[in-house]
T-cell receptor
Framework: IAGITQAPTSQILAAGRRMTLRCTQDMRHNAMYWYRQDLGLGLRLIHYSNTAGTTGKGEVPDGYSVSRANTDDFPLTLASAVPSQTSVYFC???????????FGPGTRLTVL | GQNIDQPTEMTATEGAIVQINCTYQTSGFNGLFWYQQHAGEAPTFLSYNVLDGLEEKGRFSSFLSRSKGYSYLLLKELQMKDSASYLCAVKDGDYKLSFGAGTTVTVRA
């Protein structure tokens, strides 16, 4: 079934640890995005990639890094996790930057 | 950042109509999107407006006035499964999507 997958589904992490959230899409979409969703704040863009090989910073990029080595994969890395990074993380993709975005199922991350 | 406002909560009765308003202020405009999000699930696309006017899709309609920075999502013939959060999102001049905090709609029998 075509779509976006994310892994892990949920994770509890000690502060200071490194963590990579995985995102894969099989729709051959050019653009991919990472959002975090916190109660009362809505979805906020962390990083994005308009095409393989390029990335850009969103609204809340600090403490996160991304790479886009190919069209399908867009991992998000927390180099040294902090409790304020406790959130639900959604990966999304779109055919082009002007098109609707399709969201993955999300990763619930808790940093203690 | 961008400023997108929508009510926090709304309650309506099964079979009724509910209108969710969204006002926005953004640097540039490349379209307004509405998404539905059930609790614990991913957002799913509902509608897209880039020109002024009404877009109708079955029981759901979305309206846009660019000059007023205003949109609404109209849900007709409400069903219990429509209980969800509805997210207003605006694509700015750089094609970045900014979301409102969402409106939680509760449908009562």
């Amino acid at each position: 079934i075509a779509g976006i997958t994310q892994a892990p589904t949920s994770q509890i992490l000690a502060a200071g640890r490194r963590m990579t959230l995985r995102c894969t899409q099989d729709m051959r979409h050019n653009a991919m995005y990472w959002y975090r969703q916190d109660l009362g704040l809505g979805l906020r863009l962390i990083h994005y990639s308009n095409t393989a090989g390029t990335t850009g910073k969103g609204e809340v990029p600090d403490g996160y890094s991304v790479s886009r080595a190919n069209t399908d994969d867009f991992p998000l890395t927390l180099a040294s996790a902090v409790p304020s990074q406790t959130s639900v993380y959604f990966c999304a993709s779109s055919e082009g930057e002007e098109d609707e975005q399709f969201f993955g199922p999300g990763t619930r991350l808790t940093v203690l | 950042g961008q400023n997108i406002d929508q009510p926090t909560e709304m309650t309506a009765t099964e079979g009724a109509i509910v209108q969710i308003n969204c006002t926005y202020q953004t640097s540039g405009f490349n379209g307004l999107f509405w998404y539905q999000q059930h609790a614990g699930e991913a957002p799913t696309f509902l509608s897209y407006n880039v020109l002024d006017g009404l877009e109708e899709k079955g029981r759901f309609s979305s309206f846009l006035s660019r000059s007023k920075g205003y949109s609404y999502l109209l849900l007709k013939e409400l069903q219990m499964k429509d209980s969800a959060s509805y997210l207003c999102a605006v694509k700015d001049g750089d094609y970045k999507l900014s979301f409102g905090a969402g409106t939680t709609v509760t449908v009562r029998a």
